[in-house]
T-cell receptor, first 116, second 112 residues
Framework: DAGVIQSPRHEVTEMGQEVTLRCKPI?????LFWYRQTMMRGLELLIY????????DSGMPEDRFSAKMPNASFSTLKIQPSEPRDSAVYFC??????????????FGSGTQLSVL | DQQVKQNSPSLSVQEGRISILNCDYT??????FLWYKKYPAEGPTFLIS?????DKNEDGRFTVFLNKSAKHLSLHIVPSQPGDSAVYFC???????????FGAGTRLTVKP
């Protein structure tokens, strides 16, 4: 199994530009999570999906952030317009079933985003 | 609001000695706790976990201890090896609403 695949690995953009991060979960997994890692706050949950449906997006910082999961094998996290304070590592993770049942996540390698 | 806290950003130990990583949480409703290990340029990977109904779980060189009254858990690595050098994240799960919260991480360096 290839694991959770994220692209791009690195993204450098200018303030005001649109950024789209992509994630392919492990085949067969039906829960998908987006996390953001910063030095100060560690790993913050932004949003998670179960069976392609957004369940909790309370961690999405602002309206500039949006996430979609059009099918079971693909999800995007979009930031528009991007700001320097959005610079962080963004992780996608997946699991089979809900965390209540599975109790652990499988993470991708992350996207290092730098907004200049 | 940091519900899971790892107050030591870094820890350095000698090879062969014990490494103790600490984690505190504030929400008594958390019912499952996990440790993840992260190498540079990789995502976190699951290491070990413990249910809130237990106070200890052991897996080889790794043992997690849970003190619910103190809302504290720790990860012990014995003996420590250079390959254990990584960032360790503590996580707490509220199973009821599928909510997993992470600490800020502790960077462990094991010196040969």
């Amino acid at each position: 199994d290839a694991g959770v695949i994220q692209s791009p690995r690195h993204e450098v953009t200018e303030m005001g530009q649109e950024v789209t991060l992509r994630c392919k979960p492990i085949s067969g997994h039906n829960s998908l999570f987006w996390y953001r890692q910063t030095m100060m706050r560690g790993l913050e949950l932004l949003i998670y999906f179960n069976n392609n449906v957004p369940i909790d997006d309370s961690g999405m910082p602002e309206d500039r952030f949006s996430a979609k999961m059009p099918n079971a094998s693909f999800s995007t996290l979009k930031i528009q317009p991007s700001e320097p304070r959005d610079s962080a590592v963004y992780f996608c993770a997946s699991s089979y079933g809900t965390l209540r049942a599975v109790k652990k996540l499988f993470f991708g390698s992350g996207t290092q985003l730098s907004v200049l | 609001d940091q519900q899971v806290k790892q107050n030591s950003p870094s820890l350095s130990v000698q090879e062969g000695r014990i490494s103790i990583l600490n984690c505190d949480y504030t929400n008594s409703m958390f019912d499952y706790f996990l440790w993840y290990k992260k190498y540079p340029a990789e995502g976190p990977t699951f290491l070990i976990s413990i249910s809130s109904i237990k106070d200890k779980n052991e897996d080889g060189r790794f043992t997690v201890f849970l003190n619910k009254s103190a809302k504290h858990l720790s990860l012990h690595i014995v003996p420590s090896q250079p390959g254990d050098s990584a960032v360790y994240f503590c996580a707490a799960l509220l199973s009821l609403n599928n909510d997993m919260r992470f600490g800020a991480g502790t960077r462990l360096t094991v010196k040969p």
